[in-house]
């Protein structure tokens, strides 16, 4: 391939293929709806972006040339968009997002991180173990890793670190040597009905791995495993015995833990996690597990663990003093939000915590309505934004309304985003945590700059 074209190539998925084959000497370009802080990074990397679904944009040499071109595009993108049918119609060659994925993993030991939550900050831990410890590693990761700064990491080893998103049942592509699942919870009901589509999803992904290969899974989560292939199969956990769980765990001041690491071979003591939350020390343990079962040395995996600096917008720390905190975090399922709000209270006792929420997508707040409300009840204080669409239209009678509608807080508020900045400067801020998929992430850098402004820190 000399040229690569990419539908969404903001996404975070697609945006790690993009600067793969650019890495590689390809021709690349592609469209987004909107400019974001990743496409303005790609086009310093020499990647040709726009933001108008107009063929007439595609560069010529793309459009024109259908041999050694390959269009990869990713499920979220309308089946109406206008370059998507007009390259369909021409007859280039037309591929998913994670069958490439699959495609490049392929060639590699893959290494292979599922969950309906977890797996952006376990894969990118675990491809911090394998770089830290000089073993190296390629890694397509679903966040930006904060030790990187970048959701792509390229290596000549043989190793490759994979998230494995159950969107769109994208992780069926992969199947790796090792893999590694945190949760399977009900999620994406748009496109799997109910939990148990899910589970079975997850259950194949399972089957996926090769037969030799080893599975980690969460214990406790249920799956039927009877026909994995693999060699072995283990179980992790936070802190109840396992194969691989924490043990003497301690928290210092700020959240961050110290802990023993148990492993079949036996026992790491005193691991110091560089990133604060009790729900990172299982993300550590999951991430620790799939290292040491690789062949990476325990002494190396205690020293990366205390390196880590974690990812963007995955419980992200941009602001801790004692008159007040900041945290922004991907959080948009209610046992993400009640698992951040859990560690809040653990890092800020006492305090009072205000979250401001975004919806992602109408069917999930249609879905989950309840559970949001119920995790969102256990706040001190709510700013509720309306619904982030993402690929969906509207769903009748389906707005943050039945959310807030039944959070029991008395503080509490439900606002447009363009209100935001003027609610926050009408109210006082102790704690603040930011939750959301979607364009909520344009609000980071605006409410860091002023809450610092503001309480002169």
């Known amino acids: 391939m000399k040229r690569v074209y990419l539908l969404g190539i903001g996404g975070i998925g697609m945006s790690a293929l993009a600067r793969y084959y650019n890495h590689a000497g390809c ?25 108008e679904d107009d063929p007439a944009n595609i560069p010529s040499e793309i459009r024109d040339n259908i041999e050694n071109t390959l269009v990869i595009y990713t499920p979220a993108i309308p089946g ?52 830290a410890s000089g073993t190296g590693c390629t890694a397509f990761l679903g966040g930006i890793s904060k030790n990187y700064h970048s959701n792509l990491l390229l290596d000549k080893g043989e190793f490759l670190v994979a998230e494995a998103d159950e969107f769109d049942r994208s992780f069926l592509q992969l199947f790796p040597e090792i893999a590694v699942i945190t949760s399977a ?37 249920g799956l039927d495993l009877s026909r994995v292939q693999a060699k072995k199969i283990y179980e992790y956990s936070y802190n109840t015995p396992s194969d691989f769980y924490a043990s003497h765990i301690r928290v210092t001041n700020g959240g961050f833990f110290t802990f023993d690491l148990i492993h079949p071979g036996g026992v790491i003591k005193d691991c110091t996690l560089g990133v604060p939350g009790w729900v990172n020390v299982e993300n550590a343990v999951a991430a620790s597990a799939v290292a040491l079962m690789a062949g990476v040395h325990p002494e190396s995996v205690k020293n990366a663990l205390t390196s880590f600096a974690g990812v963007e917008r995955r419980f992200d720390i941009r602001l801790n003093t004692p008159v007040c905190a900041y945290i922004d975090d991907y959080a948009h399922h209610p046992k993400e939000i009640s698992a951040a709000i859990s560690s809040m209270r653990n890092i800020f006792p006492g305090r009072k915590l205000t979250a401001v929420f975004q919806p992602h997508l109408y069917t999930r707040t249609r879905d989950f309505a309840p559970d949001f409300a119920e995790s969102l009840s256990k706040l001190d204080g709510l700013i509720l934004l309306d619904i982030y669409p993402a690929r969906e239209l509207p769903i009748e009678g389906v707005t943050s309304r039945i959310i807030f509608d039944a959070v029991t807080l008395d503080d509490k508020i439900l606002i447009d985003k363009s209100e935001l900045m003027t609610t926050l400067a009408n109210r006082e801020i102790d704690t603040l945590i930011s939750f959301g998929a979607g364009d909520i992430d344009r609000f980071i850098e605006p409410i860091t700059a002023y809450l610092k402004k503001r309480y002169n820190v």
Do not use: C, W
């Open 27 to 51: 021709k690349v370009a592609g469209y987004d709806r909107t400019p974001s802080k990743l496409t303005t990074e790609l086009e310093e990397e020499g990647i040709s972006v726009h933001f």
């Open 80 to 131: 109406d968009l206008k370059e998507y049918n007009y390259l369909k119609e021409k007859g280039h060659r037309i591929i998913k997002r994670s069958a490439v994925l699959g495609f490049i993993a392929s060639s590699k030991t893959t290494l292979a991180v599922a969950g309906t939550h977890g797996k952006t900050t376990t894969s990118t831990l675990l491809a911090h173990i394998f770089t």
């Open 185 to 221: 919870d009900a999620d994406h009901l748009d496109i799997y009905s109910n939990h148990r589509n899910i589970q079975d999803a997850f259950q194949e992904f399972a089957g996926q791995v090769k037969k030799g290969g080893i599975l980690i899974v969460k214990k406790g989560m």
